[in-house]
Structure formats: structure tokens, C-alpha cells
């Protein structure tokens, strides 16, 4: 399985940002390409932490409390994407920002049920960078 995470940038406190994730190959066992996925950052000197997840399905989503009401989770099946919506940003947000598939849950597993810790993902992308200046 391959995540690619692109559509990070620096961007003044207040802007947006839209991150999106292709994912792509079939994990061992798995005849779809079908996965919870969700997406995580880490800041300079902190553990990495949740941001968002989101079902295979796309209906469900669950988002970390820090940034509730300010970013958006989503997918598009016909481009094997995820996307992270990010508004409203603060510096506090800024971090490498990684997107995660669990290949061993269920695809249908609700995002409430998926797992905040990076342990409970087996695949990530590269990372992306996201800056946001005061």
C-alpha cells in the first residue's frame, strides 16, 4: 500500500489549506483497496497525534477536538483520494501532517471506532509540511 500526501505550504494565521492523500496498492490479504484512513501531524519536538479519520465508506468521520469545526475529512473513491480541509488555521497547527490507512480493521468500520494512536495504522504517507504565520 502507497500514500502519497501532497498540498502542503505556509499560509498566514486565518488562511486555508487543502491536503489531499492518494492511496494506492492492495496490503497482503486484501483483494480491494479499501481502508479506514486518517491523518495525523507532528509538530517540531512532540509526538505525532490524530487530526481526522474517516471510514472507507466516507460515512463517518471523526476529528480530534483541537481542531473540531475548523477541518474537514473527506474522500473521493473514483481518485482513491482523502483530503484534509483545513480553515480558520493557527499557528498551533503547524506540523508535517501524514496520512495513515489501517489495513487490518474492517472497511466498514465506523471512523468513531478507528483508533487515535499511530499504532493502530500499519501505512503512511510521506508527510507534508504546513506552516501557518502569526
Known amino acids: 500500500v502507497q500514500l502519497q500526501a501532497s498540498g502542503g505550504g505556509l499560509v498566514q494565521a486565518g488562511g486555508s489549506l487543502k491536503l489531499s492523500c492518494v492511496v494506492s496498492?492492495?496490503?497482503?490479504?486484501?483483494?480491494?483497496?479499501?481502508?479506514?484512513t486518517a491523518w495525523f501531524r507532528q509538530a517540531p519536538g512532540k509526538e505525532r497525534e490524530f487530526v481526522a479519520a474517516i471510514s472507507w465508506s466516507g460515512g463517518s468521520t471523526h476529528s480530534a477536538d483541537s481542531v473540531r469545526g475548523r477541518f474537514t475529512i473527506s474522500r473521493d473513491h473514483a481518485k482513491n483520494t482523502i483530503y484534509l480541509q483545513m480553515n480558520r488555521l493557527v499557528p498551533e497547527d503547524t506540523a508535517v501532517y501524514y496520512c495513515a490507512a489501517d489495513s487490518q480493521s474492517p472497511p466498514n468500520t465506523p471512523a468513531q471506532s478507528m483508533g487515535v494512536s499511530p499504532d493502530s495504522y500499519h501505512y503512511w504517507g510521506q508527510g507534508t509540511q504546513v506552516t501557518v504565520s502569526s
Open positions: 496498492g492492495h496490503a497482503p490479504g486484501r483483494t480491494f483497496n479499501r481502508y479506514p
